[in-house]
């Protein structure tokens, strides 16, 4: 896998769950990271400092702080979270990271979307995203979309306990018995590194990511063994 020398990639939302792990496994590999916060004091902001990221304060609701933290750098890992700024902060925000980017030369993004790759599904937190995605492409930025379906940290992780999206939200939208696709977070993030040291192979490529297939009742028989 090739580690361009020199460059560094940026990470926004990089005391989250995606972007810490994306952060991790580029700073494991080698790659220099300019990890992106509001609050570089915080206690996971200090821990990722630590494994030698370059920490910065920057707001995606910020155009200047973003264009200071995108200078010099190659590459952008992009994510929004739509619990913390609500769908239509996550639009702007995604928009705010585009512009940037072009304004700074950012030769590659790597964005984090989910869903299917079409609009006018019902759900929220995916067609939010198709719109950032078309806004990106008119733009055209230099992107990679990767998809994931479901994390499979939904189950597990205790940030999301009580697990209300398994249990509950995602059997009432698509029924108990419908396959999907899981992956991890830490699959995602060995993905992104893959992409940022591949740019010309990736760049323009849509990325539907699945590790494991199963309906949310094998899910639930394989973790609790009850269906």
């Not at 896998?1 to 952060?23: D, F, H, W, Y």
Request: glycine share 12%.
């Amino acid at each position: 896998m090739a580690q361009p020398s020199g460059e560094v990639i940026a990470v926004t939302g990089a005391t989250g769950l995606q972007g810490g792990a994306v952060t991790r496994h580029l700073l494991e590999e080698g790659w220099r990271v300019r990890a992106l916060t509001r609050a570089p004091g915080r206690k996971r902001a200090r821990s990722i400092a630590a494994l030698g990221a370059e920490v910065v304060r920057a707001d995606m609701d910020d155009p200047a702080s973003l264009e200071r933290a995108f200078d010099g750098v190659s590459g952008v890992f992009g994510v929004q979270n739509h619990h913390i700024s609500g769908y239509d902060g996550e639009l702007a925000q995604g928009r705010t990271v585009t512009d940037a980017a072009l304004r700074m030369g950012v030769r590659h993004v790597v964005y984090a979307a989910a869903g299917v790759g079409r609009p006018g599904t019902g759900i929220g937190s995916w067609d939010i995203k198709e719109q950032i995605i078309r806004y990106m492409r008119g733009r055209d930025l230099p992107v990679t979309i990767l998809r994931p379906m479901a994390f499979m940290e939904l189950m597990t992780a205790s940030k999301f306990f009580p697990a209300a999206s398994p249990w509950h939200v995602m059997p009432e939208l698509m029924g108990a018995g419908r396959p999907v696709g899981w992956l991890a977070v830490d699959d995602l993030a060995v993905i992104a590194l893959k992409v940022f040291g591949d740019r010309d192979r990736f760049v323009g490529r849509d990325l539907m990511l699945a590790a494991d297939v199963l309906s949310i009742s094998d899910q639930n028989a394989a973790n609790c063994g009850v269906r």
